[in-house]
Nanobody
Framework: QVQLVESGGALVQPGGSLRLSCAASGFTFSTYVMSWYRQAPGKERELVATITSTDGSTNYADPVKGRFAISRDNAKNTVYLQMNNLKPEDTAVYYC????????????WGQGTQVTVSA
């Protein structure tokens, strides 16, 4: 059974930091591209950050560049999102996503973790 379990979401003040974690199981984690998405109420889900399965290269959405950092630990089957200098507009449910296109497309979603940035 495939599982992606996010943790680390919390209520934080503007300017604060959080580190989200996503623990993966049930598939070969090291072969998957891992991403973080977020969705605020009334808005479409948006891609926040991506890290590749091989060389570990990263990409970030413009609103989070310079503030967020995605990383992965293949030995622990875990992907992280370090979030610094948080802003109220970062408030959303953050979702972990796994993707692979080899022979067939496969992708998986976590259940999400709530991040609220408010004074």
């Amino acid at each position: 059974q495939v599982q992606l379990v996010e943790s680390g979401g919390a209520l934080v003040q503007p300017g604060g930091s959080l580190r989200l974690s996503c623990a993966a199981s049930g598939f070969t984690f090291s072969t998957y591209v891992m991403s973080w998405y977020r969705q605020a109420p009334g808005k479409e889900r948006e891609l926040v950050a991506t890290i590749t399965s091989t060389d570990g290269s990263t990409n970030y959405a413009d609103p989070v560049k310079g503030r967020f950092a995605i990383s992965r630990d293949n030995a622990k089957n875990t992907v992280y999102l370090q979030m610094n200098n948080l802003k109220p507009e970062d408030t959303a449910v953050y979702y972990c996503h796994a993707y692979r296109q080899r022979q067939f497309r496969r992708d998986y979603w976590g259940q999400g973790t709530q991040v609220t940035v408010s004074a």
